[in-house]
């Protein structure tokens, strides 16, 4: 059974950095696409971090460039998300996500196949 557990939210101060880990059972890492995305409340579901399958592209949105970094370890089967100068409107739940897709837009949740259940992330002074 294809599974994903997130880890490694919680409080931080704006500024500060946190370190989200995803691992992922039941299927072969390296043939999926991965992902990041966050959910705010009252907000629809974003893509802040997007990894094609395999050794492909790396994809961020506007708002985390140059702050977040996506990051794989096949042999571990485990999703990063490094997550540097935190702001308070980084707060929102964040997902990691996985596709068996070959083809489309990675940057869209209807991408994807494979949904953890979330963490929480706040950032608050």
């Known amino acids: 059974q294809v599974q994903l557990a997130e880890s490694g939210g919680g409080l931080a101060q704006p500024g500060g950095s946190l370190r989200l880990s995803c691992v992922a059972s039941?299927?072969?890492?390296?043939?999926?696409?991965v992902g990041w995305f966050r959910q705010a409340p009252g907000k629809e579901r974003e893509g802040v971090a997007l990894h094609a399958n395999g050794h492909g592209s790396r994809y961020y949105a506007d708002s985390v460039k140059g702050r977040f970094t996506i990051s794989r370890n096949n042999a571990k089967k485990t999703v990063y998300l490094q997550m540097n100068n935190l702001r308070p409107e980084d707060t929102a739940v964040y997902y990691c996500?996985?596709?068996?897709?070959?083809?489309?837009?990675?940057?869209?949740?209807?991408?994807?196949?494979?949904w953890g259940q979330g963490t929480q992330v706040t950032v608050s002074s």
């Open positions: 996500a996985a596709s068996s897709r070959s083809s489309g837009n990675v940057a869209t949740p209807s991408h994807y196949n494979y």
């Open positions: 039941g299927f072969t890492l390296n043939d999926y696409a």
